[in-house]
């Protein structure tokens, strides 16, 4: 038997559902496809056949599926840009205007980035430190973002800017080597274990930082 | 189908963990001459097309600039590399990632240009290869319920096939029949191939083709007709 007894009936018998949702779903997707003729809508609807894959990998449920659901949602995100991308130069080149990807500076006043307390950031990213991992790195990375988008203290030097993003490649590198050590030499677990939460906190943390510093730049700019 | 009936004696494993490398002749001369023809790839210069014109006696030369020709050779470079990868795999999953990755990548090595018809080409290779990812992960994400495992060396040791995993099976040839764009989705890809800068685009058939003779290899062994 695949399945152990301690899952419940009703989770088991819940797969087969699931699995046909997805494949229902992606045959939706492509009957629009095939309905519809402006190239922006068929790339639209071809996210639709990409999340039925995601239902289907998530219908699996064990936590091997869990591992790959996440390269699968990075493959799909990848080809969508890339064929929005080729969308975008290939208009471009039809009509001879050229335009970005970000059409920024967009204004954004809000009240709440003014009156919002500070210790909301702080408290934001004492929790995320204590979560570690991924999600740890979010939520402070959330915080860093608030704060900095929030408060409105300028001109962070650029150099600091260059520093905050090796950063996030160290330990980016470091999330990598505790991932190695998960293969190679599985009996320091912990070490690995603790290199990689720790690596990817401060890698995520980080990169959230930088898009509220890049966001604040770009929002200033008029 | 037992694996050194297909691809030779087994000359070892490497063990990364849940993660296990089979080493036969079969995989190892193919993940060999991908690294050969990356390597010939990195050494090499793009071609110059001359095109007649029409109407005068002059010709139109189609170059590749400096820059086009750095992101294109690091994207051949990438593709290069995902083929070996597909080669010497030894779990379901690693493979679908790369036939994955190839397909992304292929579609980057013609992104650049700037001719209308090839965007277009890629546009639609682009849609299909997406639309294809359902069935590939789909059908290795059912591989995966209906036997516990990705490796190959457990799933050519199962005894029996059940028709989940022949429907699995079925999905997976169908992505990988998409992600690389062979015989029923070559029309999408074959107008890809106009544009300048040869040895780039070679990549993109070589990675299909043994894509496609890995994949047999894998669905052989899933499914053990013999």
């Not at chain 2, 493979?95 to 001719?115: D, E, M, R």
């Amino acid at each position: 038997m695949i399945v152990p007894t301690v899952v419940p009936e009703f989770t088991v018998s819940i797969f087969i559902p699931a699995l046909y949702v997805g494949l229902i779903t992606g045959f939706i997707g492509l009957l629009g496809i095939s309905f519809q003729k402006n190239d922006l809508s068929a790339l639209i609807l071809t996210d639709i056949v990409g999340v039925a894959m995601l239902v289907i990998v998530a219908a699996v449920g064990t936590d091997l599926a869990e591992a790959l659901i996440l390269p699968g949602l990075v493959v799909e995100l990848a080809e969508i840009m890339a064929i929005s991308e080729i969308l975008m130069s290939r208009e471009m080149r039809k009509t001879g205007n050229n335009a970005s990807i970000f059409p920024l500076p967009f204004a954004m006043d809000m009240e709440i980035f003014s009156t919002a307390p500070n210790f909301l950031a702080l408290i934001l990213i004492a929790y995320g430190v204590f979560l570690t991992g991924f999600t740890g790195g979010a939520v402070a990375g959330g915080g860093i973002l608030f704060y900095v988008i929030a408060r409105r203290s300028r001109g962070l030097p650029i150099k600091v800017w260059e520093g905050i993003a090796g950063i996030s490649g160290v330990a980016w590198c470091i999330w990598l080597a505790g991932f190695l050590i998960f293969f190679i030499a599985p009996e320091l677990w912990l070490l690995g274990l603790f290199m990689s939460s720790c690596g990817i906190l401060i890698k995520v943390a980080s990169k959230m930082g930088l898009i509220g510093i890049m966001a604040r730049e770009d929002l200033k700019r008029e | 189908m037992d694996i050194s009936t297909l691809g030779g004696q087994i000359l070892g494993q490497i063990p990364l963990g849940d993660i296990v490398l089979y080493l036969t002749p079969f995989n190892l001369f193919m993940f060999a001459g991908a690294l050969i023809f990356t390597a010939l790839i990195a050494m090499s210069r793009t071609e110059t097309q001359i095109e007649a014109e029409f109407g005068s006696l002059k010709d139109n030369e189609v170059k590749v600039g400096l820059e086009e020709f750095k992101i294109r050779r690091f994207l051949a470079i990438v593709c290069g590399l995902a083929t070996a990868g597909a080669m010497i795999t030894g779990d379901l999953f690693n493979f679908t990632l790369f036939v994955a990755l190839i397909g992304i990548v292929n579609i980057g090595i013609v992104s650049a240009v700037k001719q209308i018809d090839v965007l277009n080409a890629a546009f639609q290779y682009g849609l299909i290869a997406m639309i294809a990812s359902l069935p590939l992960f789909g059908g290795a994400a059912l591989v995966l319920a209906s036997t516990g495992t990705l490796s190959l060396l457990q799933l050519s040791t199962l005894a029996s096939t059940t028709p989940m995993m022949y429907f699995a099976s079925l999905l997976l040839l169908m992505g990988i029949a998409g992600e690389t764009g062979v015989a029923p989705f070559y029309a999408t890809k074959a107008e890809m191939f106009r544009t300048p800068g040869s040895p780039f685009i070679l990549i993109i058939h070589l990675s299909s083709l043994l894509v496609i003779v890995r994949a047999i290899e894998i669905l052989l062994i899933i499914n053990k007709p013999f």
